[in-house]
């Protein structure tokens, strides 16, 4: 069976493009990163898919805490993390944590090489996301060209893809796929500010593309939120 790395932060976008890879047939290596992000409970979710969907490897990377400063995601920043937002797209919010998926990517292509995996999937999206400039085609692009460059498999004839299945795809067209797949999104979390028993917020830009998508998929939304409009 052919191997990929999957990132699975436990979230609602990646824990779907785990689903994608898993029936396109990978044997699936999964890696999670715990940073000192505050909402720290999708570690444990990504455990929860990882068992769901029956990955073959499932391993946790620690980073140090201090290296992702001036993100209101992290816990040694003051900033506070935005709501209710009227105007999602327009900038890049204080929740964008410093090259965060170049460093991951730089990690899956390391595992990858060493496993023999020649995939590698990353669920970033251009459509409905925060603005994040490493969520778009012209950086995975880019991040492919140097993988191309970098690596003594691509150099020998054995490239390692980077595989983007949901690049182009609505929040609302990610959760009617990952439906499809039967994956079971009360696995999975996206709130930035959850509180201490896990509930989501329900204001902060990741709760409202949440909503808005099980909303427009007409899907029951599984999450529990401590505001509900």
Request: proline share 6%; charged share 20%; glycine share 8%.
């Given at each position: 069976m052919k191997k990929a790395v999957v990132l699975l932060s436990g979230g609602l976008d990646s824990s779907t493009c785990a689903a994608i890879a898993k029936s396109e047939e990978f044997e699936i290596h999964a890696i999670s990163?715990?940073?000192?992000?505050?909402?720290?409970i999708e570690i444990e979710c990504a455990k929860k898919v990882a068992k769901f969907l029956q990955i073959k490897e499932?391993?946790?990377i620690n980073i140090d805490t201090d290296i992702f400063r001036n993100s209101s995601l992290t816990a040694n920043s003051i900033t506070e993390i935005p709501k209710n937002r009227e105007e999602i797209e327009n900038e890049i919010p204080n929740t964008y944590v410093p090259a965060r998926n170049t460093l991951f990517l730089s990690y899956a292509l390391a595992f990858a090489e060493s496993i023999g995996?020649?995939?590698?999937?990353?669920?970033?999206t251009a459509v409905?996301?925060?603005?994040?400039?490493?969520?778009?085609?012209?950086?995975?692009?880019?991040?492919?060209?140097m993988a191309n460059?970098?690596?003594?498999?691509?150099?020998?004839?054995?490239?390692?893809?980077?595989?983007?299945?949901?690049?182009?795809?609505?929040?609302?067209e990610i959760i009617a796929t990952g439906h499809k797949l039967?994956?079971?999104y009360a696995l999975t979390h996206s709130c930035y500010s959850p509180s201490a028993d896990?509930?989501?917020?329900?204001?902060?830009d990741s709760?409202?593309?949440?909503?808005?998508?099980?909303?427009?998929?007409?899907?029951?939304?599984?999450?529990?939120?401590?505001?509900?409009?």
């Open positions: 990163f715990s940073y000192g992000q505050r909402h720290d499932h391993k946790i995996a020649s995939d590698i999937f990353i669920g970033i409905d996301y925060s603005g994040y400039p490493d969520c778009r085609p012209d950086y995975i692009e880019a991040y492919q060209k460059l970098a690596t003594k498999a691509a150099v020998e004839g054995n490239p390692i893809i980077i595989h983007t299945p949901l690049i182009n795809l609505s929040k609302a039967q994956m079971n896990g509930r989501a917020c329900g204001a902060c709760c409202i593309h949440r909503k808005k998508g099980f909303l427009q998929a007409k899907i029951p939304d599984p999450t529990k939120y401590i505001v509900i409009n």
